[in-house]
T-cell receptor
Framework: DQQVKQNSPSLSVQEGRISILNCDYT??????FLWYKKYPAEGPTFLIS?????DKNEDGRFTVFLNKSAKHLSLHIVPSQPGDSAVYFC???????????????FGTGTQLKVEL | AAGVIQSPRHLIKEKRETATLKCYPI?????VYWYQQGPGQDPQFLIS???????DKGSIPDRFSAQQFSDYHSELNMSSLELGDSALYFC?????????????????FGPGTRLTVL
């Protein structure tokens, strides 16, 4: 039962254009959403996150939008750069005050390729 | 800035052997999460520790055990290895105790240990 879904396994975008990566979730208990970027043979690198009480969070070229009623979030990268080419994972977590309770549930990832 | 350290980076074992994976969290981080990523799959949560106590448990086989030590490093012990245990094992650390700087602290991942069982 895939609780976090990334329906596009791959996305190809031209340098300078906008990249939009999408993610859907089913579990209403998720309170926090994160995007990680992963290169081969490396661990996931944290990019940006958003709490369920917000609908937008921005950090430089990266913006995450959350539509809680639709259980949908998206990551916008503007402008896209060749160095952005990687696998992007969407992840969701409950917000548990007790330490160690915030396990991440990952989507299946989207391979982004930014072409020159 | 210091990152999460995992050792070894690569490990090759035979079936039915044992393996020990180590994780050294970012200094000051008090929480460790372990994840397993099989080929072509997303990372799956295994187990977590906060302040040296087990906090949560996911889809971790009974053949696996883990602990967090007084210096906050963690070890994942895997026994009676099976072919299906071949995967990338990630450790992530975060600061989730009273000293955390925000209400929710992100998890920072190590480079992973690639375990191959032959």
């Amino acid at each position: 039962d895939q609780q976090v879904k990334q329906n596009s396994p791959s996305l190809s975008v031209q340098e300078g254009r906008i990249s939009i990566l999408n993610c859907d979730y089913t579990n209403s208990m998720f309170d926090y959403f994160l995007w990680y970027k992963k290169y081969p043979a490396e661990g996931p690198t944290f990019l940006i996150s958003i709490s369920s009480i917000k609908d937008k969070n921005e950090d430089g070229r990266f913006t995450v939008f959350l539509n809680k009623s639709a259980k949908h979030l998206s990551l916008h990268i503007v402008p896209s750069q060749p160095g952005d080419s990687a696998v992007y994972f969407c992840a969701a977590s409950p917000y548990i005050l007790t330490g160690g309770g915030n396990k991440l549930t990952f989507g299946t990832g989207t391979q982004l390729k930014v072409e020159l | 800035a210091a990152g999460v350290i995992q050792s070894p980076r690569h490990l090759i074992k035979e079936k039915r052997e044992t393996a020990t994976l180590k994780c050294y969290p970012i200094p000051r981080h008090d929480t460790v999460y372990w994840y397993q990523q099989g080929p072509g799959q997303d990372p799956q949560f295994l187990i977590s520790f906060y302040e040296k106590m087990q906090s949560d448990k996911g889809s971790i086989p009974d053949r696996f055990s883990a602990q967090q030590f007084s210096d906050y490093h963690s070890e994942l012990n895997m026994s009676s290895l099976e072919l299906g245990d071949s995967a990338l094992y990630f450790c992530a650390s975060s600061l989730e105790g009273p000293e955390r700087e925000s209400s929710y602290n992100e998890q920072f991942f190590g480079p992973g240990t690639r375990l191959t069982v032959l």
